[in-house]
């Protein structure tokens, strides 16, 4: 959403913050777009919030932003909703307990006041987007005894009520309830209010929240709906593989493994109630609650056995959820510009990238296909994919770099960027503020979690000008988006590689853990870590010019073209131009045994990275561009000859050379003309093939031996099915 007319509310807080308001001003008046800068001494009261209403009415405001703190934030987003601006028109910036409280000097507070206002007056605010879904009035309880329990507190939500069982009976612990009995029909048996199936293997689940589609497997069971307890299966199975469990809470009889499926039981019961073959079956489903272990996604309940707590609230989840369903879209998808393209146009049953998936925390990410419904918004599988697929809508890479690059703007000596994720971080720098506790002036990055945070922005950081880089945000075990943590410690191990290559020195990039009940302990590492920035190698991009990688607006801003400017960058300036960068990086260095390569085309075809090329004279002429190589390992798999190895490696010059490598593969000709006929190991194995039936190969090309000849030098039927033909000059793309 794009605001013309932006007006700039100062607060002093009665005077009281020791900030130079009048270069504040003084900057922002500067801003496109900014219509009025106002500086009042208490914006909230009612005097202050006149200044917000008259300056709404005079000047036709369609966005303002509040510099003040953050406790009075209902107040200026009310005024906001009656003047009929949408959430994303009003924008509150805490220079107190950020900025004014935490600071000794006045100057680096200024600037970082400066820096926040600034890009709180840039930031291309989005409204949230809403999916609504209409959830199907049916539950599943995956689970024993435990299931039977949470089905009583279920059964008023005028629901269809499911129970699978992975046991072949309902085990008793403890005294049977009256509502537990076995009804006279139905099988699956039912008791008074669900429908229950024992003995159940899940088998798949698919779809999301309000549609789900569950596949199940059945065993040997006994139908007890049709079962009539004359117990003569019992007397006649050979095995003894057939009895009634004490324990049970529903009359029932189960079938051992003992069993050799001989059928004498299924011959002399009565009432067909006997099945010994596997069946399997499907539910449609609208949401699930489960005492397994499953990947847990928006519709599906993962509760502990015996937490009555947890139960309860996944009932009153699913409750609320047949009312109707409401939730912020956070993820955008392409799946043109996805690894798994080719694969998943072709149906090939093998499995391709997986960088997304492996860092989704939520229902799996794959292929670039999304399901929105369980995506909370962490952006973990954004940074993973090194291709431009994924994206999230409020905090998009683009938006994360121009607020990176804004930072030049704050004049701070040894300049700390923050990157801070929305809970842990945040609540820890407010802690900070509100405790007035010293730290130095970082700039603050705010991101929905450290996971959003890739090795492209930190990689920016520098180059824009920081001394020193810190990822600030939930630890390992208190993450709420699980891997975001893991996530931004991968990146900042890849970022410490690259930074230590240049020389820009890898001590100047640091992971903490955020704790907003201990403020102390983050003010502590904050300031030490301040101190050995002092003391390091001064950063030796300082005085150079940033790469330009274009604006968020230039369709040529790809994930992979940043990250290639930002190494070629640093080659350029720090003069370090050959070597390589060993590490966990998404580029890979690709060598091919070309001995054994038949140029078949498979790995060119299925790449859909641009890390192929195909061009030249031959046969089939193939070079590999190792700056545009993700390290997806496609073309390793799909390889018929399995002569593809790869390497995760930067090899800086041909890297930022964007060197295209050809496969030196040997090219066998027609011995008449010389035209490219296959390759020598594709010529091997058709010799090979030919031997074992008797016969020669004609190294010619067609326009040197026509169909017929060839059928009457092999002494074979030109239309049978041991007819071969050398097709030269087209590539299999051209067939």
């Not at 009075?72 to 950020?98: C, Q, S």
């Not at 890898?506 to 920035?533: T, W, Y």
């Not at 060598?591 to 089939?620: I, R």
């Amino acid at each position: 959403m794009e605001f013309g007319n932006i007006g700039v509310f100062l607060c002093s807080c009665g005077k009281t913050l020791n900030l130079d308001f009048k270069k504040i001003a003084k900057d922002l008046e500067k801003l496109e777009g900014v219509n009025v800068v106002e500086r009042v001494e208490r914006l909230c009261t009612e005097e202050g919030v006149a200044y917000i209403v008259d300056d709404l009415r005079r000047k036709d405001l369609d966005k303002f932003v509040v510099a003040a703190c953050t406790n009075k934030n209902p107040l200026f987003i009310d005024i906001g909703e009656e003047w009929g601006l949408e959430h994303a028109g009003v924008e509150i910036v805490n220079i107190r307990e950020e900025c004014a409280w935490v600071h000794e000097g006045k100057s680096a507070a200024t600037e970082k006041a400066k820096y926040l206002v600034r890009a709180a007056v840039l930031r291309d605010a989005k409204l949230p987007e809403l999916l609504d879904v209409q959830v199907a009035p049916s539950i599943l309880i995956l689970g024993g005894q435990d299931a039977l329990e949470l089905a009583q507190d279920v059964a008023d939500f005028e629901a269809d009520i499911h129970i699978l069982n992975s046991d072949p009976y309902f085990k008793r612990s403890s005294p049977v309830q009256p509502s537990f009995s076995p009804a006279s029909r139905g099988s699956p048996f039912q008791f008074e209010d669900a429908s229950v199936t024992s003995g159940a293997k899940i088998m798949g689940i698919s779809g999301d929240l309000g549609d789900f589609t569950v596949e199940f497997e059945t065993g040997r069971r006994i139908d007890i709906s049709k079962c009539v307890d004359c117990e003569k299966c019992i007397e006649v199975c050979p095995e003894k593989a057939i009895s009634r469990p004490d324990d049970s809470i529903f009359p029932s009889y189960i079938i051992s493994d003992k069993c050799t499926d001989c059928g004498e039981c299924q011959t002399v019961c009565p009432t067909g109630a006997i099945q010994l073959e596997s069946e399997t079956d499907t539910l449609k489903i609208g949401q699930i609650i489960t005492f397994y272990d499953t990947t847990p996604r928006e519709g599906v309940y993962k509760i502990k056995s015996k937490d009555r707590l947890q139960s309860q609230a996944a009932a009153l989840k699913a409750a609320l959820n047949l009312q109707g369903y409401k939730k912020e879209r956070y993820i955008t998808s392409n799946v043109e510009s996805c690894a798994n393209k080719y694969l998943s146009e072709k149906n090939l049953n093998m499995q391709g990238c997986t960088y997304c998936e492996d860092r989704c925390a939520y229902y799996p990410v794959s292929s670039g296909v999304v399901s929105e419904l369980s995506c909370q918004g962490c952006g973990s599988c954004v940074t993973a994919c090194p291709q431009e697929v994924l994206n999230l809508k409020l905090h998009p890479t683009d938006a994360i770099l121009d607020e990176i690059d804004s930072t030049i703007e704050a004049k701070i000596k040894d300049k700390i960027i923050v990157f801070t994720c929305s809970e842990g971080g945040y609540s820890t720098l407010k802690a900070a503020g509100l405790n007035k506790l010293k730290y130095p002036a970082a700039l603050p990055v705010f991101v929905p979690c450290l996971g959003s945070v890739s090795p492209s922005h930190i990689l920016r950081a520098f180059d824009v000008g920081a001394e020193g880089v810190l990822l600030l945000g939930c630890g390992a075990d208190s993450c709420m988006h699980e891997s975001g943590f893991a996530q931004g410690s991968d990146s900042v191990s890849q970022s410490k590689k690259i930074l230590e290559f240049f020389g820009v020195g890898k001590e100047c990039v640091r992971l903490l853990k955020a704790d907003g009940s201990d403020p102390e302990k983050f003010i502590s590492q904050i300031n030490e870590f301040s101190e050995k920035i002092k003391k390091a190698s001064k950063n030796p991009l300082l005085k150079k010019t940033p790469a330009d990688i274009g604006s968020a607006e230039d369709v040529a801003r790809h994930k992979r073209a940043v990250f290639h400017t930002l190494i070629s960058g640093f080659s350029e300036k720090t003069g370090v131009i050959e070597g390589r960068i060993e590490g966990d990086f998404k580029v890979a260095l690709l060598t091919v045994n070309e001995s054994e390569c038949t140029l078949c085309g498979a790995c060119a075809f299925h790449c859909n990275t641009g890390a192929f090329k195909f061009e030249g004279e031959e046969l089939l002429d193939i070079s590999h561009i190792h700056a545009n190589c993700i390290g997806c390992g496609i073309c390793q798999k799909i390889c018929p000859e399995n002569v593809i190895s790869l390497e995760s490696v930067i090899d800086v010059a041909p890297f930022i050379g964007m060197v295209a490598k050809k496969f030196d593969v040997k090219i066998i000709r027609c011995e008449v003309c010389g035209k490219p006929l296959m390759a020598e190991a594709a010529m091997r194995k058709i010799n090979s093939r030919l031997k074992e039936k008797g016969m020669d190969m004609v190294q010619k090309c067609q326009s040197c031996i026509d169909r017929g000849t060839v059928a009457n030098i092999l002494n074979i039927d030109k239309d049978g099915d041991d007819f071969v033909v050398i097709q030269q000059g087209k590539t299999p793309w051209d067939s």
